[in-house]
């Protein structure tokens, strides 16, 4: 396949699952608006995941310490999987299904939020955490894809790409977080 076919399919698949989330509209503004109310509150919001989803984690916290359009006041956020010491730690001391549970119960208070990404909503780590979470008092949010996995069960909040591509679900896993950092913005009087 040429560039050009692998860039019309690949834009194909985008559109395809963008238009699909127009569906997922009011969910991801009830769960932004439990990580705004988090945040107002005194909470923090704590992402985790694996892979690109470890990535989009960082991103999504990076944007609320940070900004994301408008010049502001910081935002308690955080992602467990950007201490590498500790993960590599925990994954060789305890194994690597502790790598989010075990900072999770050392950092989570009840009134903060925990958002688990993952693109199948089975991996043992991530429900490990979602499962402490729960039993720490922390509010649950899964920003998930595929069918969910078990993750959309252990989630208070769980939203779910309906696509079987990574990398599509991934895209939409970005949108959504950029959407709940505006939102988040606004509701707080930040932008």
Same mark, same amino acid.
């Given at each position: 396949m040429d560039a050009d076919a692998l860039f019309d399919l690949n834009h194909a698949a985008h559109r395809r699952v963008f238009d699909a989330l127009v569906a997922l509209r009011p969910a991801v503004g009830r769960a932004g608006a439990r990580l705004a109310n988090t945040l107002a509150e005194g909470g923090k919001l704590i992402f985790f995941g694996n892979g690109g989803s470890a990535c989009d984690a960082q991103h999504i916290a990076a944007e609320l310490t940070g900004r994301l359009k408008h010049e502001r006041r910081p935002l308690p956020a955080l992602s467990l999987n950007s201490d590498v010491a500790a993960l590599t730690a925990i994954g060789n001391d305890y194994g690597y299904d502790e790598v989010f549970a075990r900072p999770l119960a050392? =950092?989570? *208070? &009840? %009134? /903060?939020?925990?958002?688990? $990404? #993952?693109?199948?909503?089975? #991996? &043992?780590?991530? $429900?490990?955490? =979602?499962?402490?979470? *729960?039993? #720490? %008092?922390?509010?649950?949010?899964? $920003? $998930?894809? *595929? /069918? %969910? @996995? !078990? +993750?959309? !069960?252990?989630?208070?909040? +769980?939203?779910?790409? /309906? /696509?079987?591509? #990574?990398?599509?679900?991934?895209?939409?896993?970005?949108?959504? @977080?950029?959407?709940?950092?505006g939102q988040i913005e606004h509701a707080l009087g930040l932008a």
């Open positions: 050392a =950092l989570g *208070r &009840p %009134g /903060d939020c925990v958002v688990a $990404l #993952s693109t199948s909503g089975r #991996s &043992p780590n991530v $429900l490990r955490a =979602l499962r402490v979470a *729960r039993e #720490s %008092g922390l509010y649950t949010v899964a $920003l $998930l894809g *595929r /069918d %969910g @996995g !078990t +993750a959309r !069960t252990l989630a208070e909040h +769980a939203i779910v790409v /309906d /696509d079987e591509d #990574s990398a599509r679900i991934q895209e939409a896993h970005i949108f959504i @977080g950029h959407t709940w950092c």
